[in-house]
């Protein structure tokens, strides 16, 4: 069984539906990313693996681990799954090191000795050191999204979810976060990733999956995907993104 | 001119009544404070109540609506003379042994626990979901998410509101007078009464004001050296 796996998951808002049967393996250590329009479903698939969004059908698994039933543990899963969002989300009123340190202390039960040197380990990881007793507002969109990875990080999750992490920066700044993202392909973390950025999919995925009206209607490795696409709406996709230079 | 300075301001008067004033005034400031903290957690408790998730709270859901609908509807002097003469001949535990003090700082935090209530409701609200989101995330509870992310900044964006009903609470302590306990305003009362002259209410006045406004600058510096502190201005 794959580490990460759903089978046939439909998520409806009211009369619209976001997913309509999704099937997807992650396995330990790959990089999988969604590509895809906007409004095709790639963050609400984040959405409803972390359990923030319940889904109406169908079965996720993570670590041999059912997520959907009447009877999950979802604050127990909510350790095993680390997510970053678009927009960073960093707690405004917390400096840096208390946003990392938060949960390992209240979830975790660390103490706040163990919590601070693993927060401190971590920005160091990330290249901010120096901002542990910054408060966010006061860092670039970049070091926030890096506070952020951190943040995530300090759960030890066993697969991380980002979600268009590099779509609220400024071109400038994406290329730090990505890089974070690379290192963490290299020390084998399992992710799974809703992107914009196809080059950096091109680079790091071991798999790529196209995501349109709500289900994967291609996926392989990026190769494959983005040289020869089998489907019509997978090389129309990727024409408009060519079209507008991200390729 | 000179008989509406001899009404209003005639020093002589303001003199001889300020320390009977000041000896009620200082009752005023046991209310209105004790009234305060009752009420900041009174309203939480209303608020948090108000908000609960799922349907298994329906029902504290719907008692907390109809509290807060009920008590702010009731005017203050109202709610004070049922609780204030009415507890009193009653058997109702412990607060029908009330002091006329208790039971004026009871009806006044009933009131103003059901407006407060409102405020921090309005704060919680206020704070993007996003921010749960990510908390629940990270695999705090929704009552962690709520303590440690949701509610710090939601009070600090309703300060400046929760300041204007504690304002109203302070002044509103005067109408506990009307169950016989000599604060203040009826401490002023019984001096004008009986030298028929109306100085003593202006004293008062100036005892409520000189309290008030310099809690409100003192508030807008804190809230503006907290702002400072999270975002990039440093002054």
Known sequence: MSFLSLRGVVKRFGPTTVLNGVDLDVEEHEVVCLIGASGSGKSTL????????????????????????PKVEVDQLRRDVGMVFQSFNLFPHMSVLRNITLAPIQVLGLSKGDADTRARDLLSRVGLSEKANEYPDRLSGGQQQR??????LAMQPKVMLLDEITSALD???VAEVLELVRELARDGMTMLLATHEMSFAKEVASKVCF????????EGPPAQIFTEPREERTQAFLKRVIAAGRL | MSDFFHQFFNWNDLRDSFPLIWEGFRINIQIFVIAEILVLIWGLVLALLRGLPGRAAAPFRWLAIAYIDLFRGIPAIVLIFIVGFGTPKTDIPLVSSFSILQLGILALTMIYGAYVAEVYRAGIESVHWSQDAASRSLGLTNWKTMRFVILPQAIRRVIPPLLNDFIGLQKDSALVGVLGLREGFRAAQIYSGQHFNATPYVGLALCFIVITIPLTRVTDVLLKRDQNRMRGVTR
Do not use: K, M, S, Y
């Not at chain 1, 984040?46 to 039933?69: D, K, S």
């Not at chain 1, 506070?147 to 995530?152: F, K, P, Q, S, T």
């Open chain 1, 46 to 69: 984040l959405r409803c693996i972390n359990l923030l969004e319940p889904v109406q059908e169908g079965e996720i698994i993570v670590a041999g681990r059912h997520c959907t039933g």
């Open chain 1, 147 to 152: 506070v952020a990875i951190a943040r995530a």
């Open chain 1, 171 to 173: 071109p400038e700044l």
């Open chain 1, 211 to 218: 995501l349109d009206a709500g289900q994967i209607l291609e």
